[in-house]
């Protein structure tokens, strides 16, 4: 069985930074890119960022480039997501989710592409 585990969630203010992880047990993690969705109250879930199987390509949504980064450590099975210059309008449940294919490079950035999910981490970003 497969879990995702996020964590590092929390209140900061615009700015500020936070660092979420996202632990992965119960399939070869190294196998499958993996991605990080947010949503906010009464808005449908985004896609944030994406990294593949192998770490050596990302991809971001526009609202977040240049602020966030993606990055994983196979020895860990964990993969990261490093949030600078944080905006209220970042305020959200942040979600880690695993690709459905293995070794897949394409750019997938819809909900039904990702197999598993974790149960989220709220970020608020206070003015």
């Known amino acids: 069985q497969v879990h995702l585990v996020e964590s590092g969630g929390g209140l900061v203010q615009a700015g500020g930074s936070l660092r979420l992880s996202c632990a992965a047990s119960?399939?070869?993690?190294?196998?499958?890119?993996m991605g990080w969705f947010r949503q906010a109250p009464g808005k449908e879930r985004e896609f944030v960022a994406r990294?593949?199987?192998?770490?050596?390509?990302?991809y971001y949504a526009d609202s977040v480039k240049g602020r966030f980064i993606i990055s994983r450590d196979i020895v860990k099975n964990t993969v990261y997501l490093q949030m600078n210059n944080l905006k209220p309008e970042d305020t959200a449940v942040y979600y880690c989710?695993?690709?459905?294919?293995?070794?897949?490079?394409?750019?997938?950035?819809?909900?039904?592409?990702?197999?598993?999910w974790g149960q989220g981490t709220q970020v608020t970003v206070s003015s």
């Open positions: 989710a695993s690709d459905r294919n293995k070794y897949s490079r394409v750019v997938v950035t819809t909900t039904t592409e990702y197999a598993y």
């Open positions: 119960g399939r070869t993690f190294s196998m499958y890119s």
């Open positions: 990294i593949t199987w192998s770490g050596d390509s990302t």
